[in-house]
């Protein structure tokens, strides 16, 4: 069973930072790419980064600069290091294997002061 767990949301500042991370389990992790999407409030979804099987790496532009995306094949997960967050960066987040139906739950981010 395809298992994606994502954690590491909360409430954080305007400037802030958070890092989520995705635990994978039931597919060969090393195959697949991985995306980072997310959903505000009443709006659709939005691709965030995706970063390849061999580590290649592409940001949507409204988060280049100050996102990171990286993953750990020791570990089996995927990491978004977010910083200088912005209000407009309140979503959930969720990670999926890319090219598949596979997501897991999200977490809630909210950049508020």
């Known amino acids: 069973e395809v298992l994606l767990v994502e954690s590491g949301g909360g409430l954080v500042q305007p400037g802030g930072s958070l890092r989520l991370s995705c635990a994978a389990s039931g597919f060969p992790f090393s195959l697949f790419a991985l995306t980072w999407v997310r959903q505000a409030p009443g709006k659709g979804l939005e691709w965030v980064s995706t970063?390849?099987?061999?580590?290649?790496?592409s940001y949507a532009d409204s988060v280049k600069g100050r996102f990171t995306i990286s993953r750990d094949y020791a570990k089996n997960t995927v990491y978004l290091q977010m910083n200088s967050l912005k209000p407009e960066d309140t979503a959930v987040y969720s990670c999926?294997?890319?090219?598949?139906?596979?997501w897991g739950q999200g977490t809630q981010v909210t950049v508020s002061s």
């Open positions: 970063i390849g099987r061999a580590g290649s790496i």
């Open positions: 999926k294997v890319s090219y598949t139906n596979y």
